[in-house]
DNA sequence: GTCTATACAAGGATAGAC
DNA sequence: GTCTATCCTTGTATAGAC
């Protein structure tokens, strides 16, 4: 393990601890045995750090989200659970994302680029799920609400939970989340899809 | 107008644009052309500032989220359009959400049952909707789900708006997310309720 | 009671020695 | 590649002028 690695380990380990702008790089290091100026060798800004642990989820959930003709709807709800447990892991940048956003450049640019490619891909996903019968919808806007609704749901439920229901276990909050979004995609499911979508609940 | 609401006004205006972690007493010192140490006199630390203007937001908020057996389902709309200004004006309570809770005891605390509040005001509404027949429910998992909706989206609208739509105006915004909250009523609207809610999202 | 001046500790950033 | 020394900005605390 090369100190840059070391560094980026025991950093994501306290960021998620205690959260990205209360942990400071003295602290840091101490903890390292290294001093302040070792880490900024390696990451020259503490924004630098925070880039390359963003990379790193940005990698993950890349490789687990994609559009797919032939989805189904578990197929569907396994591939966001998945996602969940990345933002888990990650959890500090996402209930830091908005100052991230609205601070760093670096991630913002990048930001811009995965918001629409996930947009995307959700938003085919829901259309391929319409035409293989597991969801019906009225029109286009249908489609609209549904991949907002989700986008709003993927991006702050882990902030919601921080929040709302420290008190769960992380597995707890995954399913209450996870059990929102079924529930979201029932009302549009046929019969067809309300069955798998039931099956994955349960399962959960 | 007293130093204190000086303060308080500037530090909101200040607040809001920059984001509060961003805004440095001195620097909120300099605009009102006063120093430092007369900031601390009236209010010992930041948070103390935070805590005064989270406590005029939920004055606001109070005065307005209310259970009602007799509310309709345009009057509940209507109620979280104003809830929803409410928002803009201390946005930057909003957008610092997580990191409040976490770090700012006494924010932390009033939270706990404001939350506890606006659930159940959000729940009993819903009921009274189904019992005068705007909606309809198969059971209660589904006022739950609804409950539970609604609380995620009031809640974090306004950052996801920050990060995904901030080139729309504030009133677009708005729109955006009080239609999202429509559909979700929708699904499960009867058709007495379907033509009210139709009719608020037209007057929107 | 109101306000100013000043000092202090902790944060991130930087230049340069080895 | 590693570490020391230093700088600047933060929030906070205190002593004292009026």
């Known amino acids: 393990m090369t100190t840059a690695e070391k560094i ?11 959260g990205i702008e209360y942990v400071g790089l003295r602290e840091l290091a101490a903890v390292l045995n290294i001093r302040v100026g070792n880490i900024t060798y390696y990451f020259p800004t503490k924004d630098d750090l925070v880039n390359a642990l963003s990379l ?13 003709e032939e989805m189904t709807v578990a197929a569907f709800l396994n591939m966001l659970k998945q996602v969940f447990h990345h933002h888990v892991q990650y959890r500090c940048l996402l209930l830091s994302f908005v100052h ?6 670096v991630i913002s640019e990048r930001y811009k680029q995965t918001a629409s490619d996930r947009n995307s891909a959700i938003e085919s996903n829901i259309k391929a799920l319409v035409k293989s019968a597991y969801l019906k919808v009225k029109d286009e806007t249908d489609v609209e609400y549904l991949t907002s609704s989700l986008s709003l749901i993927i991006r702050f439920w882990i902030s919601e939970a921080a929040v709302s229901h420290s008190r769960l276990s992380v597995e707890a909050q995954i399913r209450h989340y996870l059990s929102m979004i079924a529930k979201l995609l029932s009302a549009y499911a046929t019969a067809k ?4 979508i039931e099956g994955f609940v349960a399962g959960l």
Do not use: H, P, T, W
């Not at 980026?8 to 205690?18: G, I, R």
């Not at 790193?56 to 797919?68: P, Q, T």
């Not at 991230?100 to 450049?105: G, R």
């Not at 899809?193 to 798998?196: P, R, S, V």
């Open 193 to 196: 899809g309300k069955k798998e």
């Open 100 to 105: 991230l956003i609205e601070q760093n450049k």
């Open 56 to 68: 790193a989820l940005n990698k993950l959930n890349s490789e687990v989200v994609v559009a797919n």
């Open 8 to 18: 980026l380990a025991k950093a994501l380990e306290m960021f998620n601890e205690k």
